[in-house]
């Protein structure tokens, strides 16, 4: 089985003429259709807004074309509140899901009418102390701990996972927050990473609301909306059949007329804070080979490395393989596909089987839309690599630069020697 690239390689060859790889790459016209559909799966419920995880893929080109269509901003640090800033995105428009956070944070959040989502129930203080009473609209994290089943099957331990309160903590922290002057409280929980199935979301909305049901009817808080998170998976692997989100909105509107209706909070807004979903599919990582090494086993090097895309390095997670224009030859070659890092984990692919890999061969690294160019870093002196945005009518457009050694040397400005590096 396979993957359709979503640009050919004579795009590929017209774009690296002037972008040269290793380069990131989006499909403007995937990002649109997907988040149309999205808010059409759950037009259902008329306060329905998704919080893009900025963390996923922190690019202003791409949050703005989500903002085209209502997205806010999922933010988890002050540098992700400035750029929602940045892109005119503030008020209501921001979700802060943080941890640990220092307490600057949870006052510059609320400078913007941001709305705090405490992952802790000692961060009652905190916010009040960072912004001397507590905001009219707050939100809290929920763990119910143990593990959670779908099917029988485990998806993931939350009880294992550092985020959010316990379910008496939750109580608690309502009780308090109301004592303070709350008036509309959220929920909030993120309880699996990555599912590549229906049922994830309309289980997770049933826990969430019955607590939310239950927390009205014993506390008599105004509950305003429940934040479903992140966590809808995209398929990675060829043979994986993707989520199907009517169905996932199907699903959440039942239990939402089953237990939300009958306890008179059918004014109850859906939130969601998707990153992978939204943008996973429609990025690529484009890459050349650039060196062949026969011994224990077959070797290509590219250009690009961990430091570009890091998911399969720290996760052993596989991203598909396409080598541009070989879509039709068979794939009779078993590669281990690397980079250049001094570290052995460098690897795209280990023993894929591949068309034959000639020198200058463009490598398609599929579903790198998320949790790619984000997580760069700069180990081994590797600079990250610049992203393009491939537009609806063919056209491109770079929409971040490659990084450059004076890049990598400017927080060495302190040192004497700082003109000398960047001048080389």
């Known amino acids: ?85 940045a892109v005119g995105i503030t008020g209501d428009g921001i979700m802060f899901s943080s941890n640990d956070t220092p307490i600057d944070e949870f006052k510059y959040c609320n400078d913007l009418g941001g709305i705090i989502n405490l992952d802790d129930i000692t961060h009652i203080e905190a916010v009040e102390k960072a912004c001397g009473k507590l905001p009219k609209k707050m939100s809290c994290r929920y763990n119910p701990g143990g593990v959670f089943k779908i099917s029988n099957d485990i998806m993931d331990n939350p009880g294992d996972a550092k985020y959010g309160m316990t379910t008496e903590q939750i109580y608690e922290a309502f009780a308090i927050m109301k004592e303070k002057g709350v008036e509309e409280f959220g929920i909030h929980s993120f309880l699996c990473s990555n599912t590549v199935t229906n049922e994830y979301y309309p289980m997770l909305a049933k826990v969430l609301f019955e607590l939310a049901a239950d927390l009205k009817s014993k506390l008599g808080v105004h509950i305003t909306f429940i934040n479903l998170s992140g966590g809808i998976g995209i398929p990675y692997r060829p043979e994986q059949e993707p989520n199907d989100i009517f169905v996932i909105g199907e699903g959440v509107r039942k239990a939402y007329e089953e237990i939300l209706v009958p306890a008179g909070m059918d004014d109850v807004a859906i939130y969601t804070e998707l990153g992978r979903y939204m943008l996973g599919p429609y990025g690529a990582l484009v890459t050349k080979a650039i060196n062949e090494k026969h011994t224990h086993k077959e070797y290509i090097g590219v250009d690009a490395c961990a430091a570009n895309l890091m998911r399969p ?59 790619g160019f984000s997580m760069g870093y700069n180990y081994n002196g590797k600079l990250r690599s610049a992203e393009i945005l491939l537009k609806q009518d063919g056209s491109f457009e770079m929409i971040r630069r490659a990084e450059t050694p004076k890049d990598y040397f400017a927080t060495f400005d302190c040192f004497d020697f700082y003109n000398d590096l960047i001048t080389e």
């Open 313 to 371: 390095a720290i996760y052993g997670a596989y991203h598909h393989i396409t080598v541009l224009g070989k879509e039709n030859e068979p794939c009779n070659y078993k590669y281990d596909i690397t980079g250049s890092l001094c570290e052995n984990c460098d690897k795209f692919a280990i023993d894929r089987m591949l068309p034959k890999i000639d020198m200058g061969d463009y490598i398609y690294i599929h579903d790198a839309g998320a949790h």
């Open 1 to 85: 089985m396979t993957k359709t690239p979503f640009v050919t390689k004579e795009k590929i060859e017209e774009i690296a003429s002037v972008y040269p790889t290793p380069f990131h790459i989006y499909d403007e016209k995937g990002i649109r259709e997907n988040v149309k559909n999205l808010k059409k799966a759950l037009s259902w419920n008329k306060g329905y807004k998704e919080y893009f995880a900025v963390k996923a893929t922190p690019n202003p080109f791409l949050i703005k074309i989500l903002n085209e269509y209502g997205c806010g901003c999922d933010c988890s640090s002050k540098p992700e509140l400035m750029l929602s800033k």
